[in-house]
């Protein structure tokens, strides 16, 4: 099959790249003339709206995207003449926090409280019901931490109006958790579902830094994880792989975000399960057979931010390099690794040994996550 | 790294597959217009002589390639300009049957017993010398069982001496054995050497059908196969994947045949070991630090001559599809499938669920491969 995916970034090459051996073609729609999937199918340099778009992507059997931005809309008119999947409702959910949270909430999957904030006095409002510290983001076009706010102290209410007023807001309410983790889950067109183990996730200024398969921490939460993801994937009729990232609390799984699509915190399965969430999405997309998501051993993957590392971190015997081929800028996710290993307990005797390799401020995330881990 | 690869078939597809995500770009050299690597980089439509291959290759940091009858003269002419690995007289050496069975006779390798033929009384001579039956194969650019006859009788001299006469020739004296193995190695620039688990093979009419990994027939031999790999990786001093193919016999390993490039007898690496013969073999040629070449499991690799089968076989868990995106035509090699277990009792026990999907001669083939394996 021709295969056409919104957007050409790193998310969009791993689909192609595990794409290609299941006999599948790529052609990739990307405003950026160095599109980093561009080596493996055809690039047609173009953003995502406009009339033009059924022309570039003529040819193709299915629409994908590796992006949630993806004007909703385009997708739906799209929706008219290609098989999109997974379908523009559900992307039309996640690109909204405020649809995203009412849909679980319509589900009784557990939240952060929330309110629709479109005005200053309903801001005020919004804050006397849910108390202090929150957070006002943008109800869309969020992503990496951008387009947040944290809100502490009233004094922080006037710099974050200003900076994000004049558009659709949503305030959520703070929630204490004792970790991160995410789901990843594939649906194939028959409603078959697969799941992925859970993946214990840390953030650092917004922005994924480590993801870990196997995590002791996670081990009680997988069940209740799989029910509210096969919830959520049911109700939207989901095609392909989607990720929820959850706050793992007291009370229990709290989601925080949907992303309808492959998704940075299982890169990881690429080597360290029997079918990738790249595969396995290809495969739902395509309606060839699901693929096996359960894992091997203890996979951690390290984001590299800014620029790509020395390789001389290869040398490990079990990782394993994906340099995105994009060129090196502050905050931009240029590659990562996945060190591979049989169980947690040797991944956390032997942690030392990719330390090495890494930055001051990554060992000490990476030392936080995996005593966090167990 | 800008690698050129002489060859743009399904293992150059393969190369680029795994080199991509070490940063690698790739250049194809083949003239078919529809040559099946085509997709992961620049195809520049040429033969593999002439005076343009330098410019077709300018800005290639190595030059590797995908088949052994790329011509030696060139890749010699090519490495005053160009990084060429493995070398051309690795090449050399391989592409002539005669040159390669001296190497292993030089250093005290079993081979079976030969003498070169260029003339009818040379044949004669030789027959004498070596006894029927025998194979009576041509020095040079033989593959997938073309290229040679077996002489069991003495009516069968005169058919094989007008099919292969008037070229120079080789006659093997006949070696009983109890089954084909194959060791892949990888060597880099430094010397240091990665070896895979041995891979028990079954060829019919000359073609490689099925590879196994996990072979308990082929445990006891790993180690003299491996001393006997280093000798000649070491004489070459290789760099990059070399493939040995082996007659196992009453008397120990003979050394078949020199393969000086990946090869399709490794093809399960890519998903039954750690790091595949193609991603070692690009981080050869790259110099960067070799990956680890240990198995996880039994693997075994299912090759597909002449057209794909239905991807119903995916649903199989474990499985792993690989689609060359080749025309279909008889005896022409567009893809295989690898299966992984976790170990090759279990493959024997669930042979069956395989078996159901292949044609009967298939089914034939691999129940003599799993009964000759343990």
Known sequence: MRIGILGGGQLAKMMALAGQPLGHEFVFIDPAADACARSLGAHRVSDWSGPDLVNQLAGCDRVTFDFEN????????????????????????????????????????????FKAVDTRPELMGAIDALGLPALLKTRRLGYDGKGQYRLAHSEDLEP?????????????????????????????????????PLTHTLHQEGILRFALSGSPANAPWQDSAE?????????????????????????????????????????WTIEGSVCSQ????????????????????????????????????LALDGLHWHDYGKQARKGRKVGHATWVLEDFATLKRRADELTAHLEPSQVQGLTGLINAAG
């Open 160 to 196: 974050a109006w200003q900076s994000l007023g004049e558009q659709a807001l949503i305030l959520e309410g703070w929630v204490d958790f004792a970790h991160e983790c995410a789901l990843t889950a594939v649906r194939d067109a028959a409603g078959e579902v697969r799941f992925y």
């Open 278 to 313: 790249f595969e396995n999405h290809i495969r739902a997309l395509t309606d060839m057979p699901l693929g096996a998501a359960h894992s091997r051993g203890s996979a951690l993957m390290v984001n590299f931010i800014g620029q790509m590392p020395s390789t001389d971190m």
């Open 70 to 113: 993806v004007p909703a809309e385009s997708l739906a008119t799209l929706a008219d003449r290609f098989d999109v999947r997974p379908s523009p409702k559900a992307l039309e959910v996640s690109q909204d926090r405020l649809a995203e949270k009412q849909l679980c909430a319509s589900l009784d999957i557990p939240v952060a409280p």
């Open 227 to 267: 029910k509210i993801v096969h919830q959520i994937m049911d109700a939207l009729d989901y095609v392909g792989c989607l990720t929820v990232e959850f706050f793992v609390t007291e009370a229990g799984l709290v989601v925080n975000e949907l992303a309808p699509r492959v998704h940075n915190s299982a890169h």
